[in-house]
């Protein structure tokens, strides 16, 4: 879990007072540092050179849609956290921004009540991003630990097994069946008791 210091939130808003409140309200409720940008453009560019844990975007901007900048951010990065705010979306902009990806969609009222409800959506959208870090993290360190195991029983003569948590065979190296005459797939799954090997 990253520290609040370390998170980084992407504001792409085209209005100067709205991008100043919305980093006044996630800073100074949630702890978390915002960046803004006035367009489309400028806004993936700052996403592509730095590292945000969620990106909040306006419906409407100068150069481009905000469905344009979601379909574009959540084509590179599909887990990407996105909450698009707006006060000229339709019924239309919002089946298309669910249909994308987007995670949260805010209609801004005249009001401003929609406020009150970024802190809690935004911390929800990091809430996210981290657990999808995490999955990705554990994703990366079970392809390694398997590269590594494959690699290791590539280079040696010996045969090889691993076991899980439960202990039951969950690996065997490629040299196991030509020792044993068994084949590892009648083994995969079982415990040692429910599979006495001999060597051929």
């Known amino acids: 879990m990253k520290d609040t210091v370390d998170i980084r939130i992407l504001y792409i808003e085209d209005s100067r007072a709205q ?3 919305f980093a006044k309200v996630v800073s100074t409720k949630c702890g978390y540092s915002v960046d803004t940008a006035e367009t489309g453009a400028e806004g993936l560019k700052l996403w592509a050179d ?3 844990a969620a990106v ?3 419906h409407v901007l100068p150069d481009m849609t905000g469905l344009d900048i979601c379909r574009q951010l959540l084509s590179a990065k599909p887990d990407l956290p996105i909450v698009m705010i707006t006060a000229m979306g339709s019924e239309a902009v919002a089946a298309e921004a669910l249909n994308l990806g987007v995670a949260n969609y805010i209609l801004k009222d005249g009001q401003g009540a ?3 409800l970024l802190p809690a959506v935004v911390s929800t959208l990091v809430q996210r991003a981290n657990e999808a870090a995490g999955r990705r993290d554990a994703d990366l360190a079970l392809s390694e630990n398997e590269a590594r195991l494959a690699d290791f029983a590539a280079a040696t003569s010996d045969w090889l097994w691993e076991m899980d948590a439960d202990l039951r065979f ?3 190296s490629e ?3 030509e020792i044993t005459s068994v084949a590892p797939q009648q083994l995969l799954g079982k415990t040692r008791e429910e ?3 001999t060597a051929a």
């Open 56 to 58: 909040a975007v306006d």
């Open 50 to 52: 730095n590292d945000y």
């Open 175 to 177: 040299r196991f069946e």
């Open 195 to 197: 599979t006495p090997i």
């Open 19 to 21: 991008r100043a409140l």
């Open 114 to 116: 929609y406020v009150g």
């Open 170 to 172: 969950s690996y065997f």
